[in-house]
């Protein structure tokens, strides 16, 4: 055995050393530098493309990577974003003029050609962009910068439409991956918006992380929802994984993240006797809880199931279980959200009184239920969705219903929701969501309650022909008198048939640490421009 020489060894280490000590003072203080925000968010992102689901995480992952040609502000109203527009006096033709600096992640330059693409692709999935298209006599571009959108008829939802704030969102991308054909999922994630998405680092289940794009040139006007001036103050924000809450509040505490999107709310006591941190709801008009069947296959394509399913049902054990705390929910039969112009508890009394069981038991043993368990996805890592299967699987079963809870992450219930095969093939019966109340104000833009089918119906794809007729004539009504009185049918159409199923509604605080400053307030919030974070 030869033994190593004293001197030599020395020699080694001592070179080893100064090696480092060359090269590590510049690594360490380029690491000190770099601002960093670490984020827990309500779900763990595994869908990418957010044309492809309409779930919030994705339509989050979209609003960090792409941008819109107009956004909504937190009074309500339109402004530009990547455009400006004009409209003719017959109130025809918009044109919409690209702003100046637009570049895709990729370099290359942001033209007409790419948005009308997009457009064209958000249009096949989303119920507003649907109903536009209806009115649309055509979508050109008369140069590279200039969208020309001409009406057959005037329609009053033109900017509404295209500055929609959540999903499906109308985000821009580049013609080529607006081309990917109908169900499938694009296979980059290259948008012009203010952060660019590090597939490198990407693992499902682990982290999502995202960069400032240097080449973004944000608005000049102050931000507010998703409009203004999207100014990133960071280098780099990763979205963390943490399904047990108690590990993400202890992450939190000790500083390993800076923001929890959705804590417990029987843990917010300690949050809030922590110092460092701060506690606040974001999302000031709240979520509305859903329950959604799936109508193409028994039991549940006949009516008089469904019925039977509604009145066994009440907002106040399901809000109970979700938020437990009446200071952060409100019990309303509103499908179009409490408190908005259009509220109306018109056909929803048994859902807000809680007094349908009886009745719920008499109309299911005439309805003709077989007695086939109902296959009911439930979320297991999403706190906003978790507990209303719990609550409701009790509720049908003592009405009479069968019910087979099966549980899963809600990544999985998001592609599981999309398959419309029977029950022995994967397929489903019931899901639970949420939506923000700015997804469902009125009946064009409330993709929960369209009567489309299987031609762009949502999630369980109801066909209502009568739904379709109301809709349409809200979208040409020309007073808030005829809108309110329309939308009324509207609701009660949608109760008669028992299309969505509006199940309380609440508003969740998030919690962060003080060091970070500047998170907006709005329906898509927490969005990660505009916010700055202090040292660790």
């Known amino acids: 055995m030869i033994k190593p020489h004293r001197p030599i060894t ?3 280490l001592v070179l080893m050393l100064s090696t480092i000590a060359q090269f590590s003072p510049i690594d360490s203080a380029a690491f000190a530098t770099e601002k960093v925000i670490r984020a827990v968010m309500h779900s763990d992102l595994r869908v990418l493309d957010p044309l492809f689901t309409t779930a919030y995480i994705t339509r989050d992952h979209g609003y960090m990577v792409y941008d819109t040609l107009l956004a909504t502000d937190s009074n309500f109203q339109i402004q530009p974003q990547m455009a400006d527009w004009t409209v003719s006096d017959d109130r025809l033709t918009y044109t919409f003029r690209l702003r100046d600096g637009l570049k895709w992640h990729d370099g290359g330059p942001v033209t007409a050609e790419d948005c009308i693409a997009s457009l064209n692709r958000w249009a096949r999935s989303d119920a507003m962009g649907q ?4 009115y649309t006599a055509s979508l050109e571009a008369a140069d590279a910068r200039t969208i020309i959108l001409k009406l057959k008829q005037p329609y009053g939802l033109v900017l509404e439409s295209i500055g929609k704030p959540s999903s499906f969102t109308p985000f821009m991308m580049p013609k080529r991956l607006a081309e990917t054909p109908a169900g499938q999922q694009m296979a980059e994630q290259v948008g012009s918006g203010p952060f660019k998405f590090v597939q490198s680092e990407f693992q499902p289940g682990v982290k999502a992380v995202y960069v400032k794009n240097d080449d973004y040139v944000p608005r000049k006007e102050a931000p507010s929802w998703t409009a203004g001036g999207k100014v990133v103050k960071v280098d780099r924000v990763e979205w963390l994984t943490m399904p047990d809450a108690q590990t993400a509040v202890n992450a ?4 390993e993240i800076d923001v929890l999107e959705v804590p417990p709310l029987d843990l917010l006591p300690m949050l809030e006797s922590n110092p460092e941190l701060t506690q606040g709801v974001l999302n000031k008009s709240g979520l509305q809880a859903q329950m959604r069947m799936n109508f193409l296959i028994p039991p549940f394509d006949n009516v008089k199931v469904r019925r039977a399913a509604l009145l066994a049902l009440n907002q106040k054990d ?3 279980a979700v938020v437990g705390n009446p200071d952060y929910y409100r019990i309303c039969g509103a499908v179009f959200g409490c408190g908005t112009p259009l509220e109306t508890d018109a056909g929803a009394e048994s859902l807000v009184k809680g007094n349908g069981m009886a009745e719920a038991k008499k109309q299911l043993a005439a309805s003709g239920y077989d007695g086939t368990p109902i296959v009911m996805l439930a979320a297991s890592d999403n706190l906003s969705v978790r507990s209303q299967p719990l609550v409701v699987s009790q509720l049908l079963r003592e009405a009479g219903f069968k019910v087979d809870v099966q549980t899963c992450d809600w990544q999985t219930v998001v592609m599981r929701r999309a398959s419309q095969k029977p029950l022995k093939e994967g397929g489903w019966n019931i899901f639970f969501t949420n939506w923000v109340v700015s997804d469902l104000v009125n009946p064009v833009i409330n993709a929960s309650i369209a009567g489309r089918g299987t031609k762009g119906g949502w999630f369980g794809w109801p066909t209502d022909p009568e739904m379709e007729r109301l809709r349409d004539a809200f979208a040409r009504a020309t007073s808030p008198e005829e809108q309110r009185r329309i939308a009324v049918e509207v609701q ?3 109760f008669d048939q028992v299309i969505a199923i509006p199940l ?3 508003a969740l605080p998030s ?5 970070i400053t500047g998170l ?5 919030a927490p969005t990660f421009w505009n916010v700055s974070t202090g040292e660790r």
């Open 10 to 12: 020395a020699f080694l």
């Open 511 to 515: 919690a962060w640490r003080k060091s």
């Open 318 to 320: 399901v809000l109970d």
């Open 492 to 494: 009660r159409e949608n």
């Open 520 to 524: 907006l307030d709005g329906p898509t």
């Open 504 to 506: 309380g509604q609440f």
């Open 252 to 255: 939190l505490q000790s500083g």
């Open 131 to 134: 109903k536009l298209m209806e």
